[in-house]
């Protein structure tokens, strides 16, 4: 059974920092390309970083670009997103997603972030 976990999601103060986790199982983790999105009330969901299998190819948003960075461990079968200096806006569902050398894709439950004073 294919299964992709997000966690470390919670409610922090501005300013501060989470590092959220994505954990596959049921699949290859270690080819496919994971990508983190966040989704706001109200919002489309948006890219916020991602991470080739091979580690090589990395990409992240612009309103995200300094503060974020991700990494995989392969024999965890995780990749982490970690993420400082946190604001109001980061506020939502974070996402990852998995996708094969075939095109297939996995989609995870989600983990809610919330930034505010």
């Known amino acids: 059974q294919v299964q992709l976990v997000e966690s470390g999601g919670g409610f922090v103060q501005p300013g501060e920092s989470l590092r959220l986790s994505c954990t596959g199982s049921?699949?290859?983790?270690?080819?496919?390309?994971i990508t983190w999105y966040r989704q706001a009330p109200g919002n489309e969901r948006e890219l916020v970083a991602e991470?080739?299998?091979?580690?090589?190819?990395?990409r992240f948003s612009e309103s995200m670009k300094g503060r974020v960075t991700i990494s995989r461990d392969n024999a965890k079968n995780t990749v982490y997103l970690q993420m400082n200096s946190l604001k109001p806006d980061d506020t939502g569902v974070y996402y990852c997603?998995?996708?094969?050398?075939?095109?297939?894709?996995?989609w995870g439950q989600g983990t809610q972030v919330t930034v505010s004073s």
């Open positions: 997603k998995a996708t094969g050398p075939l095109g297939a894709t996995y």
């Open positions: 049921g699949f290859t983790f270690s080819n496919h390309a």
């Open positions: 991470i080739s299998s091979g580690r090589e190819y990395k």
